[in-house]
């Protein structure tokens, strides 16, 4: 079991580029794949990126794929998402979570031990 916690979050003109942390308590955090979800109001959680345990493998949502990069520093228990190119469209509340499985789902039912979240909003 983890406790996610995540920061970073923020406004961002278009075609601009945020990093966010999730920090992680548990010392058995590089056991578990680890994934990020978006959600705007109104509509399911949305699959990001996940990471297996080791970094070896990884993952992207097709919305995503060549402007996002997910990476985990198993020494500071904490998973990453950089955010390049953000469009309006990526405006969100983003999470970050553990797997209960071993590979990397895109259901957010293959996922427990849920951060808060934290804002990302970017205007046009």
């Known amino acids: 079991q983890v406790q996610p916690v995540e920061s970073g979050g923020g406004l961002v003109q278009a075609g601009g580029s945020l990093r966010l942390s999730c920090a992680a308590s548990?010392?058995?955090?590089?056991?578990?794949?680890m994934a990020w979800f978006r959600q705007v109001p109104g509509k399911d959680r949305e699959f990001v990126a996940g990471?297996?345990?080791?970094?070896?493998?990884?993952r992207y949502g097709d919305s995503v794929k060549g402007r996002f990069t997910i990476s985990r520093d198993n020494a500071k228990s904490t998973v990453y998402l950089q955010m390049n190119s953000l469009k309006p469209e990526d405006t969100a509340v983003y999470y970050c979570?553990?797997?209960?499985?071993?590979?990397?789902?895109?259901?957010?039912?293959?996922?427990?031990?849920w951060g808060q979240g934290t804002q990302v909003t970017v205007s046009s």
């Open positions: 979570a553990r797997t209960l499985y071993s590979g990397i789902g895109y259901s957010d039912k293959s996922y427990a031990d």
């Open positions: 548990g010392r058995t955090f590089s056991t578990y794949t």
């Open positions: 990471v297996t345990g080791n970094g070896g493998s990884t």
